[in-house]
């Protein structure tokens, strides 16, 4: 069954860095705009960021802008999202998804959905 993968989650302390990774299993995430997600507990999920498959494109929450970076890999089929100065309220579980399209994305019309990688930022 073909589903996206992520990795990289963990416990950092606030102001340090997290790198994300995302594939596909079953299928090569080269074709696909992925975008990264987070559900903090007792909150709804949101949009942290969106990339295209020919990487000209990018999109951040504001919440994210300025700290973090969503990047392909050389083959574009692995998608990081490199997070710096993380705070403890961005605490959550953090997700990747393929969509159809950059503009997919945005809309957050996601085609597939990882489980999830926890991502904890102490205090």
């Known amino acids: 069954q073909e589903h996206v993968v992520e990795s990289g989650g963990g416990l950092v302390q606030a102001g340090g860095s997290l790198r994300l990774s995302c594939t596909g299993s079953?299928?090569?995430?080269?074709?696909?705009?992925v975008g990264w997600f987070r559900q903090a507990p007792g909150k709804e999920r949101e949009e942290v960021s969106c990339?295209?498959?020919?990487?000209?494109?990018?999109s951040y929450s504001d919440a994210v802008r300025g700290r973090f970076t969503v990047s392909r890999g050389n083959a574009k089929s692995t998608v990081y999202l490199q997070m710096n100065n993380l705070k403890p309220e961005e605490t959550a579980v953090y997700y990747c998804?393929?969509?159809?399209?950059?503009?997919?994305?945005?809309?957050?019309?996601?085609?597939?959905w990882g489980q999830g990688t926890q991502v904890t930022v102490s205090a």
């Open positions: 079953g299928f090569s995430l080269k074709y696909w705009a």
């Open positions: 990339i295209s498959t020919n990487v000209g494109d990018t």
């Open positions: 998804a393929a969509a159809a399209s950059f503009l997919a994305c945005t809309r957050n019309e996601m085609d597939g």
